[in-house]
């Protein structure tokens, strides 16, 4: 009886922990935002800067979140060497973007330029596919009727390997970006917007819509699914299993590839410790969606750049905290936690194969 008893308190405190906490939370956007707003700091060009900057952010990470939220859909596992697999795409762009500068054709001309950022893209995309693949037959397809423990711990051995692979191949120091002029260049429109933001948003969101038409109206697309909800039964139907998945980590690392050149495009610098942090956001933002969703993928990529980019201005400067810009980080994690706690099923909610008597 006075287990019971206690065992009661004790929920009923964690209960209330988790109310004030979430009380704590809304408090903070809520006051830290009006009175930012009423303090009057910033123009409405800054505001619309801050609108465009995490647009950008969040189409990246919108792009990476699919690969992990289309990995978990197929194999119900989280792939944590997505970000790597971000970076080599990144590093394979530099190589690319190197070589073109070399010979004279990353600034030729508008077409010369328009050209090479192609064929940087591409170049990405393939070394990164390249990559998946080897990850997938090689570490992931043996242990594919494992407990989960174990392809999670594997795929974070796989992310720290490829991390010192790149290391030792490349070394410890940062690679600069070769300058493409008209990037940095405006659009010329009434705010500040540059033509790297705008091929940033223009490709994410071609790229994304061209992937959600391949996964629902082509028969391979419908062979995904299938797999994703039963695989035994959709291999009983004659769809061949390790091609679905193949081709699902694929499609994700193109998607991670492309992703990788366009952020490295955004702040010019790559090394080999370059996919950590954009991984664990873009893991991030496919939670926020629901992981194996892949609208909510993106739409949870460009909730968080949208948060990440205008939320510290907004919410902390008016209270006075010092150095808002660098608790992005804080912000991005803590949107995570709330999620986990109080919406586990993410922003659209999981999509789940249901369990069949």
Avoid: C
């Avoid at 330029?113 to 043996?142: D, K, N």
């Avoid at 010329?188 to 969101?205: E, H, M, N």
């Avoid at 702040?267 to 410790?273: A, G, K, L, S």
């Amino acid at each position: 009886m006075y287990g019971r008893y206690a065992e009661r308190l004790t929920d009923i405190a964690i209960a209330a922990f988790l109310w004030s906490f979430r009380i704590s939370i809304v408090l903070i956007v809520v006051v830290g935002s009006g009175l930012t707003l009423a303090e009057g700091r910033y123009s409405t060009t800054t505001w619309i800067g801050l609108v465009i900057g995490g647009l950008t952010l969040g189409s990246v990470y919108a792009m990476v979140a699919l690969g992990y939220t289309m990995v978990y859909g197929i194999l119900r596992m989280i792939n944590f060497a997505h970000g790597e697999v971000f970076m080599a795409g990144a590093f394979a762009g530099y190589f690319a973007a190197s070589a073109l500068d070399g010979a004279g054709l990353l600034n030729a001309n508008p077409a010369s330029t328009l050209a090479s950022l192609v064929l940087m893209l591409l170049a990405g995309m393939a070394v990164s596919v390249a990559i998946a693949l080897l990850l997938e037959r090689i570490a992931y397809r043996p242990l594919r009727n494992a407990p989960r423990l174990v392809p999670l711990i594997t795929a974070i051995g796989a992310s720290f390997f490829l991390q010192y692979t790149f290391r030792g191949f490349f070394g410890s120091r940062v690679y600069s970006y070769p300058t493409v002029g008209v990037l940095n260049q405006q659009v010329g429109l009434p705010f500040q917007l540059r033509w790297v933001d705008l091929l940033v948003v223009v490709s994410a969101i071609l790229m994304m819509s061209v992937l959600y038409l391949f996964v629902m109206r082509t028969r391979t697309g419908t062979a995904i699914r299938a797999v994703s909800e039963d695989k035994a039964t959709a291999a009983l139907m004659g769809i061949d299993v390790n091609r679905a998945i193949v081709t699902t980590f694929g499609l994700g690392a193109a998607m991670a590839g492309a992703g990788g050149v366009l952020y490295a495009l955004l702040f010019r610098q790559v090394d080999w410790f370059f996919g950590f942090i954009p991984g664990l956001k873009a893991f991030t933002a496919a939670v926020l969606g629901g992981i194996g969703n892949i609208p909510g993928a993106m739409l949870g990529g460009l909730f968080l750049g949208e948060i990440e980019s205008v939320g510290p201005t907004l919410f902390f400067e008016g209270l006075g905290v010092p150095s808002v810009n660098q608790l992005k980080d804080v912000i991005a994690f803590t949107m995570l936690v709330l999620v986990l706690i109080f919406r586990p099923s993410g922003i659209l909610g999981e999509k789940l194969a249901r369990q069949r008597a």
